[in-house]
């Protein structure tokens, strides 16, 4: 990539990042954390041991293991209640994963104006929508994250003393 071609990319991710922040929380709802949407028992321990260095506040993950007993209702509406209410939601799929309560989770995220990052699923038309910033690894996603959670806060801090 040329000097020229990266300077053009910086400046729109920029302004993603600028519109991130600028439509996060239509619902003005306080909001809290960072929540993971993915294949449960696959990567619920990844995002347990993320824990130590980020606010996930998904709850799913505590309840992840095979053949666990589930109340799905209770389940159900603690995923939308989370997904809606945090700061950042990262929807992360690996090759040949097929994802199915992720996608209910990132659709509720994005009506109420949750920033959404993506990793794997650059072949659904939703990553082409300019509604989720793509990211080319979880590392970067959870660092996009990270990022996008001090703005706010730092931002959130600045209205609460004005």
Known sequence: MSETD???QDRIDAEKWRALCA????NDKPASGLYMAS???AHAPKWIAAREDLPVVSTWI???EEGMELDWPDLWNRCLTEATNAQVLIVYMEPGEVLKGAWIEVGA???VGVPVIGVGIEEFSIAKSGKIIMAPGLDEAMLLAQMLLEE????SE???TN
């Open 6 to 8: 990266r300077a053009e």
């Open 23 to 26: 439509r996060a929380h239509l």
């Open 39 to 41: 294949k449960a028992v």
């Open 62 to 64: 505590d309840e992840a």
């Open 109 to 111: 995220a994005l009506a």
């Open 152 to 155: 706010m806060n730092i931002n």
């Open 158 to 160: 600045k209205t609460t």
